[in-house]
């Protein structure tokens, strides 16, 4: 998942950028509403985390702005923003909603808690309410991260479950190159030009090569049905 | 005032009753509408009874004037006819009732005795026993009968004073007519006091509904949002009721937004390394051993005194209160704990790029308590070096004569962003930082002047003093 952390406390970002990428997300970080706003005009986030005390302004304005733009290009109004702050009263989380944040979590959290929300977040945003999603044989567990294909765990590493997760929650939509890096790979990713072919590859030795389709010279997908 | 304190417990005005927009206090207290109506019923009392008295007094007065009239008019009418017709034939013997002949109540039994010059009885009627015939002429009480009773008379003799009348009335069918009379102008007042009770009242209701309905708004306001009441009032003796009503939930407000971005500036600054604690910790824990570890062990450390400074903070905030600082007050020199702050920052600001130095002319003696006075100063000497480019001069400021003392810099002359304070110097927020130097300058009757602009593109953050403090 690709996730833009605007937060202005260093050690703070510092530790969810750390914390999110073992969990194989894609983390940017930034500590600035002028700064942050220009990466949501430039990368589509599946999720936003939002500190509201920042150091240029308060965040619920990137937010008002966020929710204001019109759909179809960058910045996404759909995006889910998930507001994380220190202000702990009910009139500042209501407000916070209203605004049209997504969630809020009071600072300090755990941070099994906001991946639980950020979770919860994407379920909510494929518009599916099972925690695994079942594909035929293969059943995906976001929260555990694992892969089971016909009951038996397969293993697959951090990028490989990254790719397989945003095709199975896509399908049968076709997902080009550039998408499935932008969903992987931040800003200060050094990345390989074949990186997505290679777990691709991986992919399909592992959990068979019906699995994930290529259009070629366009990306790849996830047949809406599996295969009988 | 505890800073820590939460907003919405701060203070105690607070109008809006559980039960809606009912009076908080309805059923306590005297209910002024009954209070009027009590005043005014009194009022219209007295005055009923002063007319009573006064209608009573006028009817016996018109009874004595009328029944008196009435004797002479007999008199006047009799007396020509007693030398001729006025004859004991054709008078009426005494023994025949003359209650037989009442053709009205205010008809009155009326006795005549006609006398010659010798005081002979020449004929009498009606119920009045015998009066001598010595009395005094013109208008006379007699008593007469056994057991005396009180006769009205009236005597006169005729023109020849050859024959004397007397025309008689009972004192007590007097009284009856006076009486009657005055109740006839008094029963109407007694029937209508009721009446009239009864419209006051309801009028004293209706004319004080604009005060209840200003009661109800007073009760349904609701100091969290700044609702005032708004809708205009008619009447001149409401609306400073009113102004002031509008006015005190102003100020409250005022307080109570002071007090809870103050409390929300605390927060911030507690849970953001609370939060970065917990990061830390986590990332400590499951990143393998190595650099990573380190740097996360190096910032859990840096967060957790980050945290306890501002806990430290809120902690002298919390204990301070006005009347305890008047207690705990003592003589202290500014200058000797503007040195210590300055001698302890000036390495670190160095090393961060910032030159900090004291200007004082000497001894700045102050009654004050010295842990807050050293943390305001501590706030404005660390918002300067963090919030400033390097290069910048920061010069602690004193001027005894003028009881101030400011902490200036000169960073508008090296322009571009602020750089990173070193570590040590990691400041409260500068919106923080300055709402501690606020509160410690209210607490110490001081004014604190943020920004102040100075010659050469300098700027200062200032602490005036009362005189005297």
């Keep these: 998942m690709r996730v833009l952390v605007v937060e202005d406390d260093e050690g703070i970002a510092a530790g969810l950028a750390a914390h999110l990428g073992r969990a194989g997300h894609a983390v940017d970080c930034l500590p600035s509403l002028a700064g942050a706003w220009n990466a949501l005009a430039t990368e589509p986030y599946e999720v936003v985390l939002l500190d509201l005390g920042l150091a240029d302004g308060d965040g619920s304005e990137l937010l008002r702005r966020l929710r204001a733009v019109p759909a179809g290009r960058l910045p996404d109004p759909a995006t889910p923003v ?140 996830v047949p809406g049905e599996p295969p009988a | ?100 002949l009442k053709a009205h109540d205010y008809q009155r039994s009326i006795s005549v005795v006609l006398w010659d010059a010798a005081g002979r009885v020449l004929a009498r009627t009606g119920d009045a026993p015998p009066p001598p015939f010595a009395s005094a002429d013109g208008f006379a009480t007699l008593e007469l009968g056994d057991p005396p009773q009180p006769w009205r008379a009236f005597s006169r003799w005729d023109e020849g004073r050859r024959h004397r009348l007397m025309v008689l009335l009972s004192q007590r069918e007097r ?29 004293i209701h209706r004319g004080l509904r604009p005060l209840r309905k200003l009661a109800q708004q007073v009760h349904a306001l609701d100091t969290q949002e700044a609702q005032k009441i708004e809708d205009g009032v008619r009447f001149q003796e409401l609306a400073a ?38 990061l830390q910790a986590r990332s400590a824990r499951e990143a393998p051993a190595g650099p990573a570890r380190e740097q996360a062990l190096g910032r859990l450390e840096e967060d957790a005194l980050r945290a306890g400074e501002v806990l430290a903070h809120l902690l002298a905030l919390a204990r ?3 009347a305890e600082l008047h207690e ?93 304070a070193a570590a040590p110097l990691q400041p409260l927020r500068l919106g923080l930082g300055h709402r501690v130097v606020e509160k410690v300058a209210a607490l110490h009757g001081a004014t604190f002047e943020p920004g102040v602009a100075l010659p050469d593109a300098r700027r200062a953050w200032r602490i005036r003093f009362a005189a005297g403090s």
């Design chain 2, 1 to 100: 005032m505890s800073a820590a304190r939460p907003p919405d417990g701060a203070g105690s005005l607070r109008l809006r009753s559980l039960g809606g927009a009912c009076p908080v206090n309805a059923a306590r207290g005297p209910s002024l509408t009954r209070h009027l109506l009590a005043w005014v019923l009194g009022a219209l009392t007295l005055v009923w009874a002063t007319f009573i008295v006064f209608g009573y007094q006028t009817g016996e007065h018109e009874a004595d004037e009328l029944t008196d009239g009435h004797l002479a008019s007999v008199s006047a009418l009799l007396l020509p006819l007693a030398p001729r017709g006025l004859t004991p034939e054709v008078i009426l013997p005494p023994a025949q009732s003359p209650h037989e």
């Design chain 1, 82 to 221: 998930l507001i994380m702050t220190a202000r702990d009263q009910v009139a500042s989380r209501i407000a916070g909603l209203d605004l049209g944040a997504d969630d809020y979590l009071t600072k300090p959290f755990d941070p099994d808690e906001l991946a639980a929300r950020m979770r919860a977040l994407r379920r909510r945003q494929a518009g599916r309410a099972q925690p695994t999603l079942r594909y035929g044989e293969i059943e995906i567990d976001p929260a555990a991260r694992t892969v089971r294909r016909a009951g038996t765990p397969v293993e697959v590493s951090t990028r490989e479950f990254s790719v397989l997760l945003a095709l199975v929650e896509a399908r049968p939509h076709v997902l080009s190159r550039p998408q499935l890096e932008a969903k992987l790979y931040n800003f200060d990713s050094v990345l390989e030009s074949n990186a997505i072919e290679v777990h691709v590859h991986r992919l399909r030795r592992k959990l068979g090569e019906g699995l994930i389709r290529t259009v070629r010279g366009v990306g790849y997908y």
């Design chain 2, 320 to 322: 301070a209160s006005r």
């Design chain 2, 241 to 278: 009721n009113v102004d002031a009503i509008n006015r005190l939930v102003e100020r409250y407000h005022a307080a109570l937004t002071r007090e809870r971005a103050l409390a929300n500036e605390f927060a911030h600054e507690l849970r953001t390394p609370l939060a970065s604690l917990a």
């Design chain 2, 175 to 203: 009284d009856d007519l006076a009486a009657d009379i005055a109740g006839q102008v008094v029963e109407p007042g007694l029937w209508l006091l009721p009446v009239v009770a009864l419209v006051l009242g309801l009028a």
């Design chain 2, 328 to 420: 705990a007050a003592q003589p202290l020199d500014l200058d000797a704990l503007a040195r210590r702050v300055v001698s302890e920052f000036a390495p670190h600001a160095h090393a961060g790029g910032r030159e900090l130095g004291l200007s004082s002319p000497g001894p700045f003696p102050l009654s004050g308590h010295p842990v807050l006075l050293e943390l305001a100063l501590r706030n404005l000497v660390q918002n300067a070096l963090a919030h400033t480019p390097r290069g910048t001069q920061v010069e602690v400021e004193l001027d005894p004569a003028a009881r101030a003392l400011q902490v200036a810099d000169d960073g508008q002359q090296h322009g571009g962003a602020p750089g990173e």
